[in-house]
């Protein structure tokens, strides 16, 4: 069983490729399931450069999900789904907008710490100008909360704070041992997101280090390329499934309504 749950498509404005195109690709890879999780609107088109208008959520995303699910059903799974963003302050816009839709699953992300979108290559600079554990420990103090919201069902990238090869100074496995103690009890599962190894880091999104954390927490694992391209769905596969093997005892979670099942990987 193989899906990838996590991908984009042109409407984000940084992504390339129709979400067609991405279901079409995902079937000539032979995928059991696509998830086509683009990025979330945000309250009043917050953010706009980089995700669709609210208006373009219900006249052209939504109708065109459900109409690629009901085209290929014979050849491939399509999951509707998206990905928001946790940023303080939007919580009850989010529960209602989530709740005015049936989505398969919605991946939890954080992108922000405060009005700083710290995986913006634009915004980089401003690593320069940081303490980097102070960032560190604010970034998972955002993915506790995510996970403490109950709005989201899967933890994204949970450590894309490393995009750029920004390392802590001091040893965080408290902090992270912390955090996925919290995200055990919300019940979320964590993807894995091969799109870090395309990244300057170049390394899987959770690193090793937090992959033995969350085996021995019992947490469960998706699959994620985090495609902004259609040749990039299932990229690096090879290495998520190794690693499914090796901390989720080959076990994915596979969601529908928003209800979690696993199966064999
Ligand atoms: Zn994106
Ligand atoms: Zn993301």
Same mark, same amino acid.
């Given at each position: ?38 990025? +979330? ?27 690629? #699910?009901?085209? /290929? !059903? ?11 963003? =946790? ?6 816009? $989010? ?16 992108? /922000? %710490?405060?009005?700083?979108? =710290?995986?913006?290559? %634009? &915004? ?11 960032? @560190?420990?604010?970034? &998972?103090?955002?993915?506790?909360? +995510? ?19 920004? #390392?802590?100074? !001091? ?5 992270? #041992?912390?955090?996925?103690? $919290? ?6 599962? $964590? ?10 880091? !170049?390394? $899987? /999104? ?10 021995? /927490? ?16 299932? #990229? ?10 090796? @901390? ?6 596979? &969601? ?10």
């Amino acid at each position: 069983m193989l899906i990838d749950y996590h991908t984009h498509n042109e409407l984000c404005k940084h992504a390339d490729g129709t979400l067609e195109e991405y279901v079409q690709q995902a079937i000539k890879l032979g995928l059991n399931e696509i998830g086509l999780a683009d990025h +979330s609107p945000m309250p009043n088109d917050w953010d706009i450069e980089v995700r669709m208008y609210e208006a373009q959520f219900w006249a052209d995303y939504k109708p065109t999900v459900l109409k690629l #699910r009901e085209k /290929y !059903k014979d050849a491939i799974t399509v999951k509707f789904a998206l990905e928001g963003d =946790f940023f303080p302050g939007t919580e009850s816009w $989010v529960k209602s907008f989530n709740a005015k839709n049936e989505f398969d699953y919605v991946i939890g992300s954080v992108h /922000y %710490l405060g009005e700083w979108g =710290f995986d913006n290559p %634009l &915004y980089i600079g401003k690593f320069e100008h940081v303490d980097i554990d102070q960032v @560190y420990i604010s970034y &998972y103090d955002h993915i506790k909360r +995510s996970a403490q919201s109950g709005l989201f069902d899967i933890i994204g990238h949970c450590d894309l704070v490393k995009k750029f090869g920004h #390392r802590p100074k !001091k040893n965080i496995e408290e902090v992270l #041992r912390e955090t996925f103690k $919290v995200v055990k009890q919300s019940g979320m599962s $964590v993807e894995i997101n091969t799109s870090g190894l395309r990244k300057p880091v !170049k390394e $899987v /999104y959770p690193s090793e280090q937090i992959l033995r954390i969350i085996s021995e /927490y019992d947490i469960p694992l998706t699959i994620g390329s985090d495609a902004h391209t259609p040749t990039d769905v299932g #990229r690096d596969f090879n290495v998520a499934r190794q690693l499914v093997e090796k @901390y989720g005892k080959g076990k994915i979670s596979l &969601y529908t309504n928003r209800q979690r099942s696993e199966v064999n990987i």
